[in-house]
């Protein structure tokens, strides 16, 4: 019984037949020439400038007015009263989200709407303070206009 097992298996392996290896040759280097700039290229903020007229803190708090210009220079980079910083402006689900870094409250966050960009204004859209290590979780409503 162990002789026609060792037939049979002697028989299978000299059946097979293996190819030689022979070598793939690389692919070419493909160059990739796309923004990766995260922007909707239909709506953006570049070159515009916005005033904040009015701000409160929290929901139930007065209405303080201000007059702060807001100039968006490009994608990332903006003046806050020809302060320069950051922010970052992109899409989302139903509306945009703006993030202003360096406000005199902190790091701002929140959604404007294709209306209010379209029309150019703003009145008392919340965002909210989200610079790292702040404890204060306020919220904070502001009023726009651009020029």
């Not at 392996?13 to 040759?25: F, V």
């Not at 070419?28 to 005033?51: F, K, R, S």
């Not at 904040?52 to 490009?74: K, M, N």
């Not at 922010?87 to 005199?104: E, I, K």
Request: proline share 5%.
């Amino acid at each position: 019984m162990k002789t026609i097992y060792f037939i049979l298996a002697l028989i299978t392996l000299s059946a097979c037949h293996k190819d030689a290896l022979t070598e793939n040759p690389p692919n070419p280097p493909v160059d990739y020439t796309g923004d990766t700039t995260v922007l909707d290229t239909t709506i953006n903020l570049i070159g515009e400038v916005w005033v904040i007229t009015d701000y409160r803190i929290g929901e139930l708090g007065p209405i303080i007015p201000i007059s702060d210009t807001i100039q968006f220079i490009d994608n990332h980079n903006y003046s806050y009263s020809q302060m320069p910083s950051t922010y970052s402006f992109y899409v989302t689900a139903s509306s945009y989200s703006l993030t202003l870094n360096n406000t005199p409250w902190g790091n701002l966050s929140g959604s404007m709407f294709t209306y209010n960009i379209a029309q150019g204004i703003v009145n008392g859209i919340k965002f909210h303070d989200i610079t790292m290590g702040s404890s204060n979780g306020s919220d904070y409503y502001l009023w726009m206009h651009r020029l």
